[in-house]
């Protein structure tokens, strides 16, 4: 007989990700607890569960996702559980349980962007990196180049809307965006870190 893995385990499987060389593995240092205490320090005594949200932020900003690995030492640090912290990272389409790639394009998808070519620009972006668009799913939102260097998702309301279509790369912003623009976008980004 079989061992169904428990939720914790179901939900924190590692999911590879060319992306990863792109980011520090996760591990837990001094500085990485003091900053994480000093945003459990911001919530009454009592209350540091509402911390996990801030510090799932903090380690995915640092690490590009929410690792398994992770997860447990969240719960630790906001006096959670495992499975808390899981339903949490599973349940924000924004918090990523696999690596990104080192730029990451969130292409609004809601009507007013769609009315201007946001759905063609998904697409377009999609085969510029080496995407299949139709790998897009609710399920896999996230698309990843193989080079790990790119990686795409359609995403909700970028609240820029008269400005658009809208495309996020990382925390960048960039309005009105057309397919040309993007090649240069994506040339330029190409370029500088081959030079980096």
Wanted: proline letters at 9%.
């Amino acid at each position: 007989m079989s061992e169904t893995p428990n939720a914790i385990e179901a939900v924190s499987a590692p999911i590879p990700s060319p992306g990863e060389q792109y980011f520090p593995k996760f591990k837990v240092t001094p500085a990485l607890v003091k900053e994480a205490q000093a945003l459990v320090a911001q919530y009454p005594e009592g209350k540091e569960q509402s911390a996990v949200l801030p510090i799932i932020h903090m380690i995915q900003e640092k690490f590009g996702y929410i690792c398994p690995e992770s997860m447990p030492w969240i719960a630790e640090m906001c006096k959670s559980t495992p499975i808390h912290v899981a339903g949490i990272v599973t349940f924000y389409p924004g918090i990523h349980r696999k690596c990104p790639g080192k730029f990451h394009f969130r292409v609004c998808r809601t009507i007013a962007c769609a009315m201007g070519g946001g759905e063609e620009l998904l697409a377009h972006i999609c085969k510029k990196i080496g995407v299949d668009p139709a790998s897009l799913t609710d399920e896999e939102p996230m698309g990843i180049s193989e080079d790990g260097m790119f990686s795409i998702e359609a995403v909700e309301c970028l609240a820029n809307c008269g400005f658009g279509p809208n495309v996020m790369v990382n925390d960048a912003l960039h309005q009105e965006m057309t397919p040309a623009k993007a090649d240069k976008l994506i040339t330029f980004l190409k370029k500088n870190t081959i030079n980096a």
